[in-house]
T-cell receptor, first 113, second 116 residues
Framework: KQEVTQIPAALSVPEGENLVLNCSFTDSAIYNLQWFRQDPGKGLTSLLL?????REQTSGRLNASLDKSSGRSTLYIAASQPGDSATYLCAVPRGGSQGNLIFGKGTKLSVKP | GAGVSQSPRYKVAKRGQDVALRCDPI?????LFWYQQALGQGPEFLTY????????KSGLPSDRFFAERPEGSVSTLKIQRTQQEDSAVYLC??????????????FGEGSRLTVL
């Protein structure tokens, strides 16, 4: 049974720091891995999706890597800003249905000005 | 509409009451998903529709939960005889691709249900 774990559960950093969020999964047979952002009281916004054949994806200050063999993904945020404060969740598809996602519990990030 | 719309945004119900939560997906999106997110947890899959067909309801926690999408657009999630453990945010997501292929999912802001 696939399980997704995110460490740390919460993280507080001063503005301008580079930081790494971690995601691990128990079954390496995944189609892709996706990182989402969730602001308080809001829905989820997709940040980056890495296909199983890819090693990383970049969007602006965000870089996500994927190591299937070790069951790990990291989300790197460069030069963090207070506006980056949110909960970040990673998710992998359950079996063949790519919309049926298994989520981690998320990492709550706070960037202090 | 421009995005996925859910209503009501907040619902307080007494234990034992029935509730109905509505999701308006992005126009033309064939796939619609319902998720349940308890406080401090990640979302948990409930059910999936492709057009009007409910293709996967494996995540519905009990027979008190029922979802429909009769015309392949708006969907309603109904919870009968609500219990305190049903308190959560219910998220709806839609996709223009069957099964949400390629991970293209657009989420609504959710309906927060509190059962007293």
């Amino acid at each position: 049974k696939q399980e997704v774990t995110q460490i740390p559960a919460a993280l507080s950093v001063p503005e301008g720091e580079n930081l790494v969020l971690n995601c691990s999964f128990t079954d390496s047979a995944i189609y892709n891995l996706q990182w989402f952002r969730q602001d308080p009281g809001k829905g989820l916004t997709s940040l980056l999706l890495i296909q199983s054949s890819q090693r990383e994806q970049t969007s602006g200050r965000l870089n996500a890597s994927l190591d299937k063999s070790s069951g790990r993904s990291t989300l790197y945020i460069a030069a963090s800003q207070p506006g980056d404060s949110a909960t970040y969740l990673c998710a992998v598809p359950r079996g063949g249905s790519q919309g049926n996602l298994i989520f981690g519990k998320g990492t709550k990030l706070s960037v202090k000005p | 509409g421009a995005g996925v719309s859910q209503s009501p945004r907040y619902k307080v119900a007494k234990r034992g009451q029935d509730v109905a939560l509505r999701c308006d997906p992005i126009s033309g999106h064939v796939s619609l998903f319902w998720y349940q997110q308890a406080l401090g947890q990640g979302p948990e899959f409930l059910t999936y529709f492709q057009n009007e067909a409910q293709l996967d309801k494996s995540g519905l926690p009990s027979d008190r939960f029922f979802a429909e999408r009769p015309e392949g657009s708006v969907s309603t999630l109904k919870i009968q005889r609500t219990q305190q453990e049903d308190s959560a945010v219910y998220l709806c997501a839609s996709s223009s691709l069957a099964g949400g292929a390629s991970g293209e999912l657009f989420f609504g802001e959710g309906s927060r249900l509190t059962v007293l």
